[in-house]
């Protein structure tokens, strides 16, 4: 089925639930810092929230230019949010460019708000533009607010005496003021977070404040001129507790920091930089006194060679990266496999193949997850379908790593490992803690070692060097079953690859029951899905369930193995739709594991589903 | 010295030998270098529950399988890699590195070069035999310009890259050579335990099948006395012999500031002003590892040899001090940064 752009809804609410607000403005305008502190805000107001950050893979494209566009969208509201909403109703356009890449998305009648300062001549050729949107009525379709925020600024900073171009940075504060003014969020948060951000340069602070007050100011006043006016969401009404927010990046690094302690282990993070996952290894880094050593290695694969290393030796080895970076680690997975020692591979998904789109989402990795490797080379594979799942998803990787001796794959991708939500904070105390179990003496009948007996899990005992006693050889070459001692022979190899692949297939047995997210446990349509998807298709169910269709959602975190009563539940549905951003991987995957009739939708733009595509992809599948 | 070394563990050459059959082609040279790492470890006093042989993959790296201690037989080119995870999550185990010219030096050297520029403390043993064994005799990178072989059967016009120089080029703080059959490996290989930090021995080993006697210029018992130049800390770089056309020593050549050789009259070394080896001297380690052979003769036994910090202590040990005194509860860690409550 070929992706069908949405059309932007029509309907604009009178009262809204929710709003889309867009900031886009040139790679060095601080469009992701503007997004991230107006996130902040709106989280600390009691709205619930997702976002969305799309930026260049360019560090600083040059200025002006379409492709040097950045930009942070993020759905608010006073009801649950699943996604970072379809087509804003605001758009903050710092530059010519800005507007031209981002205004087809926002909705008719949205507003957009336009620095009219950048929209000079040059500017305006770098965007493509013959002649000024702002004057050519291009735009009548939107509400359009456009006033020079850069000479505003300067204005507001000018007794600081700070030089120009210093001075223009300030710019992305003082549009977040008539932000924080529009949606009737309180600055304090804002002027602490800056102060201490320029702790060590209080003019550029003070300079940051006043232009953040000036934006405020600038509302209020403009609020005379009508075409602005403050808008207020109610908290969403959430459990009680305690909450933050939370990117997925930083959601995985908990987890496994989280996982290690649950399974009463050190851990070893050996990463290489790469986008979008190297902000793990970051996250991680801070985080020695959680008994953590991390390790940049000189490669992909030395970053998970050293993983398998700290396994080996009794730590739990975690490495990470993304599509490219996991295609070199692939010959290292099998060795782990081979040697049935636990690690952890996350895989933060991008657009490929080869360097593909490094700064865009994509689940295109889903193949190379499960069957990406020479041989047969079972591994336990699962996704997270939100930054919160994120850590849930990480202590999981941790227990089957550990409990089963495998290497798991965790799959998050771009959006997620970018994009932030509220989350409420959970009680370690609340998870059942799985202590990993060291060999300590001599398991073999007659006192002899065996290295790869098995467990009722199929699991062989873990072994660290330095246990005196027990010295025994492993390595990535077949083995004999028990003793582990090089043995090609027939019976040997089938032996251990039918063990390799029971095992795998055991964690099944240790997993919950595959559940209807939404919807009934039959019915004409299920619509199937993994990853990051939720977002989009929860609500994309929601509202078609609302119109009385008769849709369920399913969302499945156990890629490798599934849950054992997936196939049973698929069955009883008429239709099965299996909406992803590549071209029908998991769609395949359920083909050939229940043969059932599964449908794919896809999308692969780099961007995520909005809701309305897969509204559509519903009534389309129920025709 | 290194002072992970186990004090008092008494084992014999016996305790290292596993119940492995061994599967080198008989009168390969790695049967030899076996032997004398079976017989050094006991007399460095290892202990076999802290001792770990970690390999890559090639003939070389068979290795582990034949010694009774902890192995890990890896995946190609990788075993430095392996190694450095190992020794940092566990700095208190032993580790040998097994490998090859085409394990090390090709699809590995990037690890290999890495290790060694971060000083893991561990022992680099590179078996160069000249030749991919395993995969049947194809030209490797250590391979002799004009090497024939199966992907070159016109011979190979790729120079040979060498090991000891490419070691000293990633900045390794002990250098050594020896090979196969040498009476005088075990000690190199102790002197390389002793050193704390990466060891990088090059062992020029004979392999029967593919590479015959590739070694035998200098290696041959046979006027070795003229080709081998065994190093010693504080002794004179003397070779030769009355017997063969007189001593002979290595001197510097001040004008073209290069090594020369120089004839040693009436045993008069210093007359002739031949170099006192001195295992700390960098530049002249730089001469020794690149001294061509045959003008000169190959110079052996410990060439390099001056300390430089661990990676292990430096990497634990600035993680130790930025663990002092830090609150480690989980909960207070789920919690950072900005929080709010929502109420009942």
Redesign the interface.
């Known amino acids: 089925m070929a992706t069908q752009l949405a059309e932007p809804e029509a309907s604009s609410q009178a009262s809204p639930e929710s709003v889309v607000i867009r900031f886009a403005g040139d790679s060095g305008d601080g469009m992701q810092l503007t997004g991230g502190q107006f996130t902040?805000s709106t989280?600390?107001s009691?709205n619930d929230l997702a976002t969305f950050p799309d930026f260049p893979a360019e560090i600083r494209a040059p200025q002006g230019t379409l492709f040097g566009v950045s930009a942070f969208q993020i759905n608010f509201g006073s009801t649950e949010i699943d996604t970072a909403g379809d087509a804003p109703d605001v758009l903050v356009a710092m530059n010519p460019a800005a507007l031209k890449t981002n205004v087809g998305a926002l909705k008719p009648g949205g507003l957009i708000i336009a620095d009219s300062g950048e929209f000079t001549k040059r500017n305006l050729e770098k965007a493509h533009y013959a002649a000024s949107p702002l004057e050519d009525g291009s735009l009548a379709k939107w509400q359009l607010l456009a006033f020079d925020i850069s000479a505003q600024t300067l204005e507001s900073v000018k007794p600081f005496g700070l030089g120009n171009k210093e001075a223009l940075r300030c710019k992305n504060m003082w549009t977040l003021g008539l932000a924080l003014w529009m949606f009737d969020r309180d600055r304090q948060?804002l002027v602490d977070w800056l102060n201490a951000k320029f702790r060590k340069n209080p003019v550029l602070a003070e300079a940051n404040i006043a232009a953040l007050n000036a934006g405020h100011a600038y509302g209020e006043t403009a609020e005379l001129s009508g075409s602005l006016h403050k808008v207020h969401l109610d908290?969403v009404e959430?459990?009680?507790?305690?909450?933050?927010?939370i990117s997925g990046a930083e959601a995985v690094a908990?987890g496994l920091?989280?996982g290690a302690?649950l399974a009463d282990l050190?851990m070893?993070f050996?990463g290489y930089p790469i986008t979008p996952a190297s902000s793990i290894l970051h996250y991680l880094a801070t985080?020695?006194?959680?008994g953590v050593?991390t390790?940049q290695?000189?490669?992909e694969?030395?970053?998970i060679?050293?993983?398998?290393?700290?396994?080996?030796?009794?730590?739990l080895?975690v490495t990470s990266s993304s599509g490219p970076g996991i295609a070199l680690k692939g010959?290292?997975m099998?060795?782990a496999v081979m040697?049935e020692l636990p690690l952890v591979i996350v895989n933060s998904q991008r657009g490929g193949p080869s360097t593909g789109l490094p700064t865009k989402t994509e689940q295109s990795d889903l193949y190379q997850a499960v069957y990406g490797r020479n041989g047969d080379t079972p591994m336990p594979v699962i996704a997270a379908r939100s930054p919160g799942d994120a850590f849930e998803c990480a202590i999981e990787a941790c227990r089957i790593a550990t409990q089963y001796m495998t290497p798991v794959i965790l799959l998050t991708d771009g959006y997620i490992a970018n994009a932030a939500e509220p989350w409420k904070?959970?009680?370690?105390?609340a998870y059942a803690p799985f202590p990993a179990r060291f060999l300590t003496t001599r398991n073999g009948p007659d006192g002899n070692l065996l290295p790869y007996a098995r467990d009722e899990k199929g699991a062989r005992p873990w072994i660290?060097?330095?246990?005196?006693?027990?010295?025994?050889?492993?390595?990535?070459?077949e083995k004999n079953p028990g003793t582990g001692?090089?043995d090609y022979s027939p019976a040997a190899h089938q032996a251990m690859t039918d063990a390799r692949k029971a095992k795998v297939d055991g964690v099944a047995k240790g997993i919950p029951a595959q559940e209807v997210t939404l919807g009934e446990e039959r019915g004409k349509l299920a619509v199937v899905g993994w990853g990051s998807t939720f977002g989009p298709i929860h609500q994309a169910v929601r509202r078609a369930r609302g119109r009385g269709l008769d849709v369920s959602h399913i969302h499945v975190r156990h890629i490798w193995p599934l849950p054992e009563n997936l196939g049973d539940l698929l069955r009883g549905y008429e239709r099965i739709l299996v909406p992803e951003m590549n071209t029908g991987q998991f769609k395949t995957v359920l083909r050939d594991q229940f043969l059932v009739d599964a449908k794919p939708y896809n999308k692969t733009s780099g961007q995520p589903f909005t809701i309305a595509e897969i509204e559509a992809a519903i009534e389309g599948a129920l025709a | 010295m290194n002072d992970m070394t186990p004090i008092g563990v008494t084992t014999t050459l016996k305790d290292w030998e596993?119940d492995?059959e061994v599967r080198w082609c008989p009168g390969c040279g790695d049967y030899a270098i076996l032997k004398a790492v079976q017989r050094t470890l006991p007399e460095i006093g290892a202990d076999?529950?802290?001792t770990?042989f970690?390999s890559g993959i090639g003939c070389s790296s068979r290795f582990?399988?034949y010694v009774?201690?902890?192995?890990?037989?890896?995946?190609?080119g990788?075993a430095?890699?392996?190694?450095?995870?190992?020794?940092?999550?566990?700095p208190?185990?032993d580790i040998w590195l097994i490998t090859g010219d085409g394990d090390g030096m090709s699809i590995g050297g990037?690890?290999t070069?890495?290790l060694i520029r971060r000083n893991l403390n561990c022992q680099i043993m590179l078996f160069n035999n000249e030749i991919y064994g395993l995969t049947k005799g194809q030209y490797s990178p250590t391979s002799r310009l004009g090497t024939t072989s199966p992907t070159t059967p016109l011979g190979s016009v790729d120079r040979p890259a060498s090991p000891c120089a490419f070691a000293l080029g990633a900045g390794a703080r002990f250098i050594a050579r020896g090979f196969d059959v040498s009476k005088h490996l075990p000690e190199v290989l102790k002197a390389a335990h002793a050193h704390k930090g990466a060891a990088f021995i090059e062992i020029f080993q004979n392999c029967i099948v593919y590479n015959k006697d590739r070694f035998e210029d200098f290696a041959a018992p046979k006027g070795a006395e003229d080709r081998q130049l065994w190093l010693k800390h504080g002794e004179p770089m003397l070779f030769g012999s009355e017997k063969t056309g007189g001593i002979k020593g290595i001197a510097l050549d001040h004008e073209n500031l290069c090594l020369k050789v120089v004839d040693v009259v009436d045993r008069d070394w210093q007359a002739a002003k031949v170099i006192v080896h001195d295992v700390t001297n960098r530049s002249v380690a730089h001469m020794l590892v690149e001294l061509p052979f045959g003008a000169f003769p190959m110079a052996l036994g410990v060439i390099y040899d001056d300390p430089r910090p661990t990676y292990e202590d430096a990497?634990?040990g600035q993680?130790a001090t930025?663990?002092e005194g830090?609150?480690?509860s989980?909960?207070h860690?789920?919690?950072?940064?900005?929080?709010?409550?929502?109420?009942?």
């Open positions: 902040l989280a600390l009691g948060p908290p959430a459990p009680a507790g305690l909450y933050r927010t908990l920091v989280m302690k050190q070893f050996g985080m020695k006194e959680f050593t390790f290695a000189e490669d694969i030395a970053a060679a050293s993983a398998i290393g700290a396994s080996y030796a009794g730590h080895g010959e290292a099998g060795l040697t904070v959970p009680d370690p105390a660290k060097p330095g246990t005196p006693g027990l010295m025994h050889r492993i390595g990535g070459i001692n090089l | 596993s492995q076999p529950a802290k770990v970690v582990p399988y009774e201690s902890y192995g890990f037989h890896t995946i190609h990788r430095p890699a392996v190694a450095t995870g190992i020794k940092l999550s566990n208190e185990l990037n690890h070069m890495h990497l634990l993680d930025a663990r830090k609150d480690t989980l909960a860690l789920l919690a950072k940064g900005q929080t709010w409550t929502v109420e009942d």
